[in-house]
Structure formats: structure tokens, C-alpha cells
């Protein structure tokens, strides 16, 4: 069982930046490839960026693609969500995701454990 707990959500005005975190339970960080979703206000959970066991293979929704970037820290069992540029539309619920396996998938469906999610505000 992996729990997953994000933090540094929050309010920014458009253009700024916000880093996400996720911190995982767990010895075997590193066999579980990791996710950023989100989810909107009446809209269904989408995926943000996904990375890999070892951190080599990532992967980004093309409406964050340049802007937010996913790193992880296996020795500190953490990842990231780096986000610059933010705009309104970035509001969001953000959940970090964990599935068993090594390689990354964009599909919620594919994800084993969820975090309790953060909220990131940005306003115009």
C-alpha cells in the first residue's frame, strides 16, 4: 500500500509560479511510476504529467507542455510538479498519482493510489 501526500497549492495571480509536491509512504519508491492530475470545477479529472520509476521517460498534456515540468526525487520518495506560467485555466484540484509499475501512463484509469489532492487558484 502507497500513500500519497501533496502540499503547496494555492492562490496566484496569472503568470506565476507554483511547486507541487508529493510525498510518498513506502521503500520501493522508485518501482511506481508516478502522475499529476487535475480536475476542475465540474469537469472531469485530466491528466497534467507523468514520469517514470527512474525519472528518465516523462511526459506532459500538451496544454502544460512548456510550462510545468515533473521531477522526482527517489532517495527522498518525492515528485514534483514545477509550474511557471500559470494561467486562470491551470485552476484546478491537483492529485498526485502512483501506479505499480515502472513505466508512465496519461490514463487516470491506469493509476493504483491517489493522493488527497491540493488546490491551486489562479486568478486573471
Known amino acids: 500500500q502507497v500513500q500519497l501526500v501533496e502540499s503547496g497549492g494555492g492562490l496566484v495571480q496569472a503568470g506565476g509560479s507554483l511547486r507541487l509536491s508529493c510525498a510518498a509512504s513506502g521503500r520501493t519508491f522508485s518501482g511506481y511510476a508516478m502522475g499529476w492530475f487535475r480536475q476542475a470545477s465540474g469537469k472531469e479529472r485530466e491528466f497534467v504529467a507523468a514520469?517514470?520509476?527512474?525519472?528518465?521517460?516523462?511526459y506532459y498534456a500538451d496544454s502544460v507542455k512548456g510550462r510545468f515540468t515533473i521531477s522526482r526525487d527517489n532517495a527522498k520518495n518525492t515528485v514534483y510538479l514545477q509550474m511557471n506560467s500559470l494561467k486562470p485555466e491551470d485552476t484546478a484540484v491537483y492529485y498526485c498519482?502512483?501506479?505499480?509499475?515502472?513505466?508512465?501512463?496519461?490514463?487516470?484509469?491506469?493509476?493504483?493510489?491517489w493522493g488527497q489532492g491540493t488546490q491551486v487558484t489562479v486568478s486573471s
Open positions: 514520469i517514470s520509476g527512474s525519472g528518465r521517460y516523462t
Open positions: 498519482a502512483g501506479r505499480s509499475t515502472v513505466v508512465a501512463s496519461t490514463e487516470v484509469t491506469e493509476y493504483d493510489y
